[in-house]
C-alpha cells in the first residue's frame, strides 16, 4: 500500500526539459502554504495576548499581527515554491519579470501595497475610526489590507478605497486624535421674535438630548448667523463624543426635534419661506 501511494505521488504531471513536476511536489507546496496558515494563526494569538498584558493598545496589535501575516505569508510562497523544485535562479528571473510587469502595469498594485505600509505605521487610519471622504462619504474603517482600505458606510454598506487615496488625497478623519466632535443645527425663526427667548430655547433644548456634553470649554451655544429672506437664521453648536459621532443623522434628528418643541412651547414662530410681490396700477 505505502510503495503504491509512493508510486503515485511520483507520477510526472508537467515535464519541461530537466524539470518535472511531481504529485507529490505539489502536495508539499501545499502543505507549506496551510502549515503558514496554521503558524499565523497561532503567531497573532500569542502576539495579542503578550501586547494585552504589556498594555498596548488594539491599534499596534494590529498593526504588528498585519506585518507578521505578510512576513509568513511571503516567506511560506517562497518555500512553496522550493517544494515545486523551483530553484532560486529562477526566482530571480521570475522576479525580474515581475519587475518588468510592474514598470507596465502593476505599478498601481505596488503603489497601493506601500501607502498601505505607510497607513499602518503613520497610524493616519485605524481600526475602528470614522471618515469622510472627498466625495462626501461617511463611514467606518473596518479593515486595512494590501491593496485597499474597508469602509463601512451608514447604509451599512462596505467599499473597498485604494490605499493611495489616503495617502495622496485630503481625509476627513473625526476620530484621530479623540472621539469628541461639534455639531451645528441650523434653524429659522420668524422676524420679530425675541432673539433672547431664542437663545433660551436653544439651549433648553441642547438640555433636553442626553447626548450633549457640559463642560467649562465646551457648552452649548446659539448662534445667529444670517438674516434671511424669510427669517433670522440660527445655529445651534453642541459637543458629542463616543459612537454618537459616527451617526451624525440620528444625532441631527434629536436636536431639531427638541428644537422645534422648545421653540413651540415658547411660542416662537418657524417661519415659512416668504416672498413680498408688489404690484403696480
Not at 517562497?78 to 510587469?101: I, K, P
Not at 505599478?107 to 497601493?112: A, K, L, T
Not at 462626501?136 to 469602509?151: D, P, Q, Y
Amino acid at each position: 500500500m505505502i510503495e503504491q501511494l509512493q508510486n503515485w505521488l511520483s507520477i510526472p504531471l508537467l515535464t519541461l526539459g530537466d524539470y518535472s513536476l511531481r504529485i507529490a511536489d505539489i502536495a508539499s507546496a501545499f502543505g507549506v502554504l496551510l502549515l503558514g496558515a496554521l503558524l499565523l494563526r497561532v503567531v497573532n494569538r500569542a502576539s495579542a495576548a503578550a501586547a494585552k498584558r504589556s498594555g498596548a493598545q488594539d491599534q499596534n496589535i494590529y498593526i504588528v499581527q498585519r506585518v507578521l501575516k505578510y512576513i509568513v505569508y511571503g516567506v511560506a510562497i517562497l518555500l512553496a515554491f522550493s517544494a515545486l523544485g523551483v530553484s532560486f535562479d529562477n526566482l530571480m528571473l521570475v522576479a525580474g519579470a515581475l519587475g518588468v510587469g510592474i514598470g507596465f502595469g502593476l505599478q498601481s498594485i505596488v503603489n497601493n501595497f506601500v501607502c498601505g505600509i505607510i497607513i499602518l505605521f503613520e497610524k493616519s487610519l485605524r481600526i475602528g475610526d470614522f471618515v469622510e471622504l472627498p466625495d462626501g462619504l461617511l463611514g467606518e474603517v473596518r479593515e486595512i489590507n494590501i491593496r485597499s482600505t474597508l469602509i463601512r458606510t451608514l447604509d451599512n454598506a462596505d467599499i473597498l478605497v485604494p490605499n493611495a487615496d489616503f495617502v495622496s488625497n485630503q481625509v476627513n478623519n473625526w476620530t484621530l486624535n479623540d472621539d469628541i466632535r461639534r455639531f451645528s443645527i441650523h434653524f429659522s425663526v420668524a422676524y420679530g421674535s425675541d432673539l433672547k427667548s431664542v437663545r433660551e430655547a436653544g439651549l433648553k433644548a441642547a438640555e433636553d438630548v442626553p447626548i450633549t456634553l457640559q463642560r467649562k470649554d465646551i457648552k452649548p451655544d446659539v448662534l445667529v448667523t444670517e438674516l434671511g429672506s424669510s427669517g433670522v437664521e440660527c445655529t445651534l453648536t453642541v459637543w458629542a463624543k463616543g459612537e454618537w459621532v459616527k451617526r451624525p443623522g440620528l444625532v441631527k434628528s434629536q436636536y431639531l426635534t427638541a428644537i422645534y418643541n422648545r421653540l413651540r412651547e415658547s411660542g416662537i414662530e418657524i417661519p415659512f419661506p416668504q416672498m413680498d410681490v408688489h404690484m403696480r396700477s
